[in-house]
């Protein structure tokens, strides 16, 4: 079944950066698109970042576009987001997540905290 594995987060500082990871397995990784979600504290979870499945075309939240970087090694089975330049509004859990015959899924999501 389909297995999806984050890490990388932490506390940062305004400004700083992190490189989140998410490990897949399960499935033909290559074969899909995959997306990075992010779900504040009483907030919506939502869209962040969005790869096809042979990374060539990309797109990002308004929220994040200039400072975030969607990636992804397909021979690693593993997906990237390097987060530059962050902000305290950035915190929240990100998830990735992949859109497979009708059902998504979401790994168990990583903590990104932002604050001084």
């Known amino acids: 079944q389909v297995q999806l594995v984050e890490s990388g987060g932490g506390l940062v500082q305004p400004g700083g950066s992190l490189r989140l990871s998410c490990a897949a397995s399960?499935?033909?990784?290559?074969?899909?698109?995959m997306s990075w979600y992010r779900q504040a504290p009483g907030k919506e979870r939502e869209l962040v970042a969005f790869?096809?499945?042979?990374?060539?075309?990309?797109n990002y939240a308004d929220s994040v576009k200039g400072r975030f970087t969607i990636s992804r090694d397909n021979a690693k089975n593993t997906m990237y987001l390097q987060m530059n330049s962050l902000k305290p509004e950035d915190t929240a859990v990100y998830y990735c997540?992949?859109?497979?015959?009708?059902?998504?899924?979401w790994g168990q999501g990583t903590q990104v905290t932002v604050s001084s």
């Open positions: 997540s992949i859109l497979r015959m009708g059902r998504r899924s």
């Open positions: 399960g499935f033909t990784f290559s074969s899909y698109p």
């Open positions: 790869i096809t499945s042979a990374g060539s075309s990309t």
